[in-house]
C-alpha cells in the first residue's frame, strides 16, 4: 500500500501568515494527490485535486503544487475559519489512503 | 444540490453484524463510482471500500476484506455497506462519498457505528 506522510502533526500559525503543509509519498505517484479540510464535527470538503487543480466554491487562498512523492498544500494569509485538519488522499493506486493529518491551530 | 444521507449506524455486539444506507439525490447516481470511508474517534480518515458506478467490480482495504461487502441499487439511487463480523475496531464514523475519478468530491454527513459488549 502506499503511505501518505504529512508534516507537521501540528501548525500553529497567527492569522494572516502563510503556511505550507506538506504530504509525502513512500512511491511516485504522479499527480494523483488530493487535499481535503475537516473542521470540529464536519465532514471533510475537498479543497484540492490532482496536486494543483483548484475545486469550484474554495476560496483561491488554498493552492496546491508538487508531482512525483512531494506534494504541498499552501494557504495564503491564513483566516480564522481555516483552522481545522488537513488531510490528503492518494488514488494512485485503488486501495486509497490517507495521511494521517496535519492540524492547525492558532498560535 | 448533492446530497448524500447515510443511515443505520449504532451499537452493536462485535461478533454481529449491520448494514448501512446511504441514500443520494441531486446528481445522477448511475454515472458515478462510490465509496464508504470511516474515521474511529479522534482518529484520522480510512478508505474502506470502493464499488464501480454499474456495481461491475469492488475494492476493500485489507482489514475488511472478507467481513465488509459494498453494493448499490442505481434504481434506488443508494448505496450499501453490510458488515458481519464485526470487531471492536470497527467502531468509527462511516460515511459515503461520491468518487469524481481520484477525489472523493462530496460527502454525507456521517453515521456512527460503536462495537462494543
Known amino acids: 500500500n502506499i503511505v501518505l506522510t504529512q508534516s507537521p502533526a501540528t501548525l500553529s500559525v497567527t492569522p494572516g501568515e502563510s503556511v505550507s503543509l506538506s504530504c509525502r509519498a513512500s512511491q511516485s505517484i504522479s499527480t494523483s494527490i488530493h487535499w481535503y479540510q475537516q473542521k470540529s464535527n464536519e465532514s471533510p470538503r475537498l479543497l484540492i485535486k490532482y496536486a494543483s487543480q483548484s475545486i469550484s466554491g474554495i476560496p483561491s487562498r488554498f493552492s496546491g503544487s508538487g508531482s512525483g512523492t512531494d506534494f504541498t498544500l499552501s494557504i495564503n494569509r491564513v483566516e480564522s475559519e481555516d483552522f481545522s485538519i488537513y488531510y490528503c488522499q492518494q488514488s494512485y493506486s485503488s486501495l486509497y489512503t490517507f495521511g494521517s493529518g496535519t492540524k492547525l491551530e492558532i498560535k | 444540490e448533492v446530497q448524500l444521507v447515510e443511515s443505520g449506524g449504532g451499537l452493536v455486539q462485535p461478533g454481529r453484524s449491520l448494514k448501512l444506507s446511504c441514500a443520494a439525490s441531486g446528481f445522477t447516481f448511475s454515472d458515478y463510482n462510490m465509496a464508504w470511508v470511516r474515521q474511529a474517534p479522534k482518529k484520522g480518515l480510512e478508505w474502506v471500500a470502493t464499488i464501480i458506478y454499474d456495481g461491475s467490480r469492488t475494492y476493500y482495504r485489507d482489514s475488511v476484506k472478507g467481513r465488509f461487502t459494498i453494493s448499490r441499487d442505481n434504481a434506488k439511487s443508494t448505496l450499501y455497506l453490510q458488515m458481519d463480523s464485526l470487531r471492536s475496531e470497527d467502531t468509527a464514523t462511516y460515511y459515503c462519498?461520491?468518487?469524481?475519478?481520484?477525489?472523493?468530491?462530496?460527502w454525507g454527513q456521517g453515521t456512527l457505528v460503536t462495537v462494543s459488549s
Open positions: 462519498a461520491t468518487l469524481n475519478g481520484g477525489p472523493f468530491a462530496y
